[in-house]
């Protein structure tokens, strides 16, 4: 393949002052903006009646005797074992006992999950109008302008995405357009935020969707779920563990350990 | 890495971990755009660009591990490039934040080549 | 971060900004060169390669700044807990105190003293010393009133 001359492209010096930095410093204020206003938007966690707090508590007790149950001597952990499971399959810890077969409620009509959803709701939407805001004030005021080139080669492919907005079919795909600036400041300014606002930030979308995915905790008592289903679920887990004690042989590791 | 039963019989202190990864990947993602700095200003380009930031990042661990690691854990006697007493894994200590600071290196890089080499 | 770590990194932050600047001159320069020299002759394959003392100006910069950077992180924390234990009861608070002297936020006092306060843990003979030493003066002190 014949060596394709490098592109140069004349660019006026003013590009970096009127479109570079308003977009750098637009994005980073957004990312403060919105982190105080998750702040301020937290609601406080609702208070539980005693009953379902019993119910969650109980399931957690289940899982913790499970996970630590080389710290207990086997016959401690077997009298907690059968207490736990004939408790968990009578239903014992169940908040309302005798809907125990039902099917759970519909989410949409109980007021207590709403409440839930509306914390879920305002958390998405600190996220999107930001951003939707901030892409149509670029597309309005910079598309069109080819402002840097990206120190690394692409394939053609991310033209259509780099260079939004500049139809010139021959461009090499590493001029990018100031939408794709928008895009890089997204991924890159994370560390920029962990800076300025310290490590636990709301600031970045990249952090809060990273945060959707493993909330287990959140959506364990979350609507919809049975809590008979889980207890089941807990007491056979419970039933098959297999009990060892970490104190099994400690008198051999001491006196390996005290060898001179 | 330890198995299940040494895990248990000598148990982790988990905020611990939490501080001691949090104080390494705070510190890898400052340098890392740092890194971007300098390579924007240098004018590197696709693999030496990428190639120079692999190099300072396992520079940066292998100064924060004589600077904070070292002298406490050659102390209580471990070997020298243990990281055991402070981290969970090797692994986890030299590479686990290439992939944190990349998006922040490109971002600054990107930035400081088109300012220069304008 | 302490004041030698911060003064550091701020001049290597002075000597990166000088060879950014260095490096942007000289790239500006380049470009009017190529432009005049296009103008002239027609071959304008002038390789721009910065100068090597803007380049280990960068390199000196960049290892300053990391150093100081290095030196501003918080000390860490034993992971294993017979070691971060044994660490508490030795040092107190002492062990919990950042760069700048200040004792960490998190620090919730000694995590074992809920332990030190149990019956079975209580140092019966050390108390009744006490307690005889406090009969011969205050509470003695108290009976000659």
């Not at chain 1, 005021?141 to 259509?160: D, N, Q």
């Amino acid at each position: 393949m014949a060596q394709v001359p490098v592109q140069t492209i004349h660019r006026d010096p003013q590009l970096f002052y009127w479109i570079l930095f308003p977009i750098t410093i637009v994005m980073i204020l957004t990312g403060i903006l919105r982190h105080y206003a998750t702040v301020l938007m937290a609601s406080a966690p609702k208070k539980l009646d005693q009953k379902t707090t019993r119910e969650q508590r109980s399931l957690l007790h289940g899982m913790q005797v499970r996970s630590s149950f080389h710290a207990l001597s086997k016959r401690s952990f077997n009298s907690r074992r059968d207490a736990l499971i004939t408790a968990y399959e009578s239903g014992a810890y169940l908040k309302d006992p005798e809907r125990k077969g039902q099917p759970p409620a519909n989410p949409m009509t109980d007021p207590s999950s709403m409440e839930g959803m509306m914390g879920m709701m305002k958390n998405q939407m600190a996220m999107i109008i930001p951003n939707t805001l901030i892409m149509s004030w670029i597309n309005a005021f910079f598309s069109g302008y080819v402002i840097m080139k990206l120190p690394f080669p692409l394939t053609i492919k991310f033209k259509s995405m780099l260079q939004a907005g500049v139809a010139t079919k021959d461009m090499d795909p590493r001029w990018m357009s100031s939408i794709s600036w928008y895009f890089l400041c997204i991924f890159g300014l994370q560390s920029v935020f962990n800076f300025i606002l310290g490590n636990d930030n709301a600031a970045s979308q990249m952090a809060q969707q990273m945060g959707q995915m493993g909330p287990q905790t959140a959506q364990m008592f979350g609507p919809g779920v049975d809590p008979n289903k889980q207890f089941l679920a807990e007491a056979e887990n419970i039933a098959v563990v297999d009990h060892y004690s970490v104190l099994d042989g400690v008198e051999d590791r001491l006196l390996e350990g005290i060898r001179v | 890495m330890p198995s299940e039963l040494e895990l248990q019989i000598s148990p982790i202190v988990q905020e611990s971990l939490v501080h001691n990864t949090r104080t390494l990947v705070n510190l890898q993602s400052l340098t890392a755009s740092l890194f971007g700095v300098s390579a924007g200003i240098l004018g590197l380009e696709s693999y030496s660009g990428f190639l120079y930031y692999l190099i300072f990042s396992l520079i940066t661990s292998a100064l924060f591990y004589v600077v904070r690691v070292a002298p406490t854990s050659i102390a209580s006697e471990k070997p020298p490039l243990d990281t055991s007493r402070y981290f969970r894994g090797p692994v986890e200590f030299w590479t686990g934040g290439l992939m944190n600071g990349l998006a922040g290196f490109i971002l600054t890089w990107t930035l400081f080549y088109g300012l220069v080499s304008a | 971060m302490t004041i030698l770590s911060k003064t550091i990194t701020a001049f290597g932050g002075i000597l990166l900004a000088h060879a950014c600047y260095s490096a942007q001159e000289h790239s500006a320069l380049h470009s009017l060169r190529v432009a005049t020299a296009a103008s002239l002759t027609s071959s304008s394959t002038v390789a721009n390669s910065l100068p090597i003392d803007v380049v280990i100006e960068t390199i000196v910069a960049t290892f300053i700044i990391l150093l100081g950077l290095v030196l501003g992180t918080r000390p860490l924390r034993p992971i294993q807990w017979r070691v971060w234990a044994g660490k508490i009861e030795r040092e107190g608070e002492d062990g919990f105190k950042d760069n700048n002297g200040e004792v960490n936020k998190d620090y919730m006092g000694n995590p074992f003293n809920f332990i030190e306060s149990r019956p079975n843990f209580v140092d019966i003979r050390k108390q009744r010393k006490e307690f005889a030493e406090w009969v011969r003066t205050g509470g003695g002190g108290q009976s000659t009133r």
